[in-house]
């Protein structure tokens, strides 16, 4: 059956604390900060949308409630079409964020079999999020396509390679950095890469790259470069940069 951008859903993660934004997140979320007059997570949102997938998961914890009541569950954001928005409250149902994995697991019940993820703190506004990619992907059999951007001053060594045939790489002369957008088949979050029974009742935390990195071993994850503007909005320095008049 051909995924559609109706039945491919998208998840944005929101979950995280923030620390290295403090004290600005002491009293808001980090992806409620702003970046030229809006949210950061709703440029992906935005984008989302643009391109037809308008069904999010948001997964939340530190402030969470803050980011649900900004939103709530069918936002129209920019003249795009409404958004249905699943909330993933971590914080209230774990006391904590699950970390990458573990928060896309608990969600995978209504993530479906192939979907999107982006994080709701890395400001890329000239992304967009296409059918073709959701195409390309599904007939490839591959797990995981991940979107690698070039390394910013703050990770020069990159985190994968990209082999000229478009795979990721663990090992490679040279490296890219992960831009945390990517699409995956729910595949890849169950054995033998995750070990997590989906929906993560126990609310286990697991991070996302070693799954990502035992599934490149065995040929299963590709990738392409993105050269587009894309910033972690990771430091008060990186967000006031990003709000400069220019």
């Given at each position: 059956?051909?995924?559609?951008?109706?039945?491919?859903?998208?998840?944005?993660?929101?979950?995280?604390?923030?620390?290295?934004?403090?004290?600005?997140?002491?009293?808001?979320?980090?992806?409620?900060?702003?970046?030229?007059?809006?949210?950061?997570?709703?440029?992906?949102?935005?984008?989302l949308a643009a391109g037809?997938?308008?069904?999010?998961?948001?997964?939340?914890?530190?402030?969470?409630?803050?980011?649900?009541?900004?939103?709530?569950?069918?936002?129209?954001?920019?003249?795009?079409?409404?958004?249905?928005i699943s909330y993933s409250?971590?914080?209230?149902?774990?006391?904590?964020?699950?970390?990458?994995?573990?928060?896309?697991?608990?969600?995978?019940?209504?993530?479906?079999?192939?979907?999107?993820?982006?994080?709701?703190?890395?400001?890329?506004?000239?992304?967009?999020?296409?059918?073709?990619?959701?195409?390309?992907?599904?007939?490839?059999?591959?797990?995981?396509?991940?979107?690698?951007?070039?390394?910013?001053?703050?990770?020069?060594?990159?985190?994968?390679?990209?082999?000229?045939?478009?795979?990721?790489?663990?090992?490679?002369?040279?490296?890219?950095?992960?831009?945390?957008?990517?699409?995956?088949?729910?595949?890849?979050?169950?054995?033998?890469?995750?070990?997590?029974?989906?929906?993560?009742?126990?609310g286990l935390k697991a991070?996302?790259?070693?799954?990502?990195?035992?599934?490149?071993?065995?040929?299963?994850?590709?990738?392409?470069?993105?050269?587009?503007?894309?910033?972690?909005?990771?430091?008060?320095?990186?967000?006031?940069?990003?709000?400069?008049?220019?």
């Amino acid at each position: 059956m051909r995924m559609t951008s109706t039945s491919v859903r998208a998840m944005i993660l929101a979950a995280g604390r923030g620390e290295r934004m403090r004290p600005l997140t002491d009293a808001t979320p980090k992806p409620l900060l702003e970046v030229r007059g809006k949210p950061l997570m709703q440029w992906p949102m935005e984008a989302l949308a643009a391109g037809g997938f308008t069904d999010l998961v948001v997964n939340t914890d530190w402030l969470g409630a803050q980011i649900s009541n900004r939103f709530g569950p069918n936002p129209s954001l920019n003249g795009d079409p409404a958004l249905s928005i699943s909330y993933s409250e971590e914080g209230r149902d774990f006391g904590g964020a699950l970390e990458t994995a573990g928060g896309i697991v608990r969600a995978l019940p209504v993530l479906g079999d192939v979907f999107w993820v982006a994080a709701g703190d890395v400001f890329a506004p000239g992304f967009a999020f296409t059918q073709a990619s959701v195409d390309h992907f599904v007939a490839s059999g591959k797990l995981g396509h991940l979107w690698l951007v070039p390394n910013p001053a703050h990770n020069l060594k990159g985190d994968f390679g990209l082999s000229p045939e478009g795979l990721a790489l663990n090992s490679a002369t040279e490296k890219f950095t992960f831009s945390t957008i990517g699409l995956y088949r729910a595949a890849l979050f169950a054995p033998p890469y995750c070990s997590i029974p989906p929906g993560n009742p126990a609310g286990l935390k697991a991070p996302l790259a070693p799954i990502l990195r035992a599934a490149m071993d065995n040929e299963l994850v590709s990738a392409e470069l993105y050269t587009g503007p894309w910033t972690d909005v990771g430091t008060p320095e990186r967000l006031a940069q990003l709000n400069t008049p220019r």
